[in-house]
């Protein structure tokens, strides 16, 4: 498959900060149609690398590197042209939402590029709907929940159809049921539309459904792989800068005391069947 | 929570509620206007009858109104009563020095009682049946035109929108601070002027942060989904302008032309 998104010896130094570089060098690509999974503990520079790919941050001339976007460099020139073809969710669900009420918020993006109004309406439709919202169109932020938010902001780029949307850290702020909801519709658009998916993370769950992951650390780096391959690290994900999940942890002890337990990533319900099919057989 | 800014909408779907914007904006700064002309009892009972005519067609209670008063209630004494002590002719009732109670001043000060009451219900019932958005797309909408001389009227009315949209979370987050510092021994309800003073700062400081640092998330956010300025942008909501609207531009031109023939 075609790589959708190249990014070339990437440095970025913020003005403010005199001292570490927030990248440095950092090489990867993403598949198009792939989803890929970012993780790294706070301060490894995750956001920095999202904000990049979207041309958001200041350009510095001593910070070098390429990006490129479905084919295009990313320059002044080319940054709008990019920034349709991504989406980004961010963290706080109440910092990113802009219009008045649902409806307002979704058509947000298509009034910035001039859609005509009869086109909009229609595109905000049947983003709602995508998204299940449809029956909260006219209701105000205030009277939604984090993942209903989320969920708004995830349709407002739906209605742009964009060929990437990248996740920084969108989930982190839900409750549980929240996070499912979200991380529902985004596999939903991933596998239904094709759309290449970029999630940071600190959540194993939706780390588990990259295709690949990228582990950042200081601004570099440090690993490529598939979740088997990352999950195989154990204990050393804590510092990479997932949240470790009950389950993992138990594998982790398991296998310290000799139990052959399976390498791959088990849920929570996952461990507990494996669990009580494995005791059956000593 | 609203209130604050705009009055408090109350959610409806009578005429009145149903009525452009615009419209009603303009009409209740025009009523102000016309109250002028009225000057003898025929007229004011005219106004009032009109008023109470489009309160009733509202169908919101009539408290709400009468609540709209209250706050203005010793300016409206005030401004009456100096009315009824300084004013000569018709019958004298009583004089103390420069001081009197005559006729006259009893009936303007009626008149002056009235005007106030008709002016606030009238602007009630423009806040009370029109919600907060709709009226900064008004806003927006009658602005236009100064756009010549490079009022930037898109920018003015995006930000009342995203003004009006954040303050039910900034009273969230008021309130979560508050419990905060409430936790860690601040007591923001007691205590002389200086000292309840003193309990507001540790609120206002993480509030300011806050607020900064959600206007830079808003900001980073706004462009990503490629927000460049007003320049080319399409609107989702758009105010139609329909018979209903004539129709109440033409009652207040029937009630102008009755008041002048009246005078
Ligand atoms: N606006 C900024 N100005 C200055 N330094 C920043 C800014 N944003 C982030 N940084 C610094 O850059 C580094 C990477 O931050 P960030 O990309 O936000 O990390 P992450 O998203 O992985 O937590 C950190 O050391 C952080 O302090
Ligand atoms: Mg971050």
Redesign the interface.
């Known amino acids: 498959m075609a790589n959708i998104i190249e990014v070339t010896d990437l440095s970025y130094h913020y003005p403010q900060m005199e001292q570490r570089p927030a990248l440095q060098h950092v090489n990867f690509t993403v598949q198009a149609g792939e989803w890929l999974a970012i993780i790294g503990h706070n301060g490894s520079g995750k956001s920095t690398l999202a ?1 990049s790919l ?1 041309g ?1 941050l200041t350009p510095d001339p001593q910070n070098k590197g390429e990006i490129k976007v479905a084919g295009l460099t990313l320059t002044d020139e080319t940054v ?1 042209q990019i ?2 073809k ?3 969710v ?1 963290q ?1 669900p ?8 649902v ?2 918020d979704v ?11 009869p086109e ?2 229609e595109r ?1 439709h049947a983003a709602l709907k995508r998204v299940r919202m449809t029956e909260f169109a006219d209701r ?3 009277r939604l929940s984090g993942g209903q938010k989320q969920r708004v902001a995830i349709a ?1 780029i739906i209605a ?1 159809r964009p060929d990437i949307i990248i996740l920084d850290e969108s989930t982190s702020m839900l409750d549980p049921k929240g996070r499912a909801e979200v991380l529902a519709t985004v596999r939903q658009l991933n596998q239904e539309d094709h759309l290449t998916v970029i999630s940071i993370t600190h959540d194993i769950d939706e780390a588990a459904q990259a295709n690949r992951i990228v582990v950042l650390d200081d601004g570099q780096v440090k690993e490529t792989g598939t979740p088997a391959e990352i999950f195989a690290y154990g204990e050393r994900l804590i510092e990479m800068g997932l949240d470790v999940p009950y389950a993992e942890r138990l594998k982790t002890a398991l296998r310290q005391v000799g139990a052959d337990v399976p390498k791959q990533y088990l849920t929570e319900e996952g461990m507990a069947d494996w669990l009580w099919t494995s005791h059956s057989k000593m | 929570m609203n209130k604050l800014i705009f009055g408090r909408y109350i959610p409806g779907d009578s005429f009145i509620h149903r009525l452009d914007p615009r419209g009603k904006l303009l009409l209740s700064f025009y009523f102000i206007g016309i109250i002028f002309l009225a000057h003898n009892w025929q007229s004011y009972l005219l106004l009032f009858l009109f008023t109470m005519f489009a309160v009733l067609m509202s169908r919101v209670n009539l408290g709400f109104f009468i609540r709209g008063v209250r706050p203005l209630i010793w300016l409206i004494l005030f401004t009456v009563i100096l009315q009824i002590f300084f004013t000569r002719g018709g019958h004298l009732y009583w004089h103390w020095g420069p001081l009197v109670v005559s006729q006259y001043g009893l009936v303007n000060g009626g008149y002056i009682f009235m005007r106030f009451v008709l002016i606030i219900f009238m602007s009630t019932l423009l806040t009370l049946t029109t919600p907060p958005l709709q009226l900064s797309d008004a806003i927006e909408s009658i602005l236009k035109p100064f756009k010549v001389f490079h009022l930037p009227v898109y920018e003015i009315a995006l930000m009342i929108s995203i003004a009006l949209r954040f303050v039910p979370t900034l009273m969230d987050e008021t309130e979560k601070i508050m419990n905060a510092q409430r936790a860690r021994g601040v007591d923001f309800g007691s205590g002389s002027l200086s000292q309840k003073m003193r309990a507001i700062i540790p609120l206002l400081i993480p509030l300011f942060v806050n607020s900064f640092n959600r206007a830079e998330d808003l900001a980073t956010a706004m462009e990503a989904r490629g927000y460049q300025g007003g320049e080319g942008r399409t609107k989702y909501r758009v105010l139609t302008w329909k018979g209903q609207d004539t129709l109440a531009v033409a009652a207040f031109a029937v009630i102008t032309g009755l008041l002048i023939w009246l005078r």
């Open positions: 904000k979207d958001l709008w920034r349709a991504i989406g980004m961010f706080n109440d910092n990113q939402f802009v219009g008045a009420t409806e307002d058509a947000f993006g298509l009034e910035n590029r001039g859609v005509p109004r909009m309406q905000v105000e932020p205030a407002g742009q």
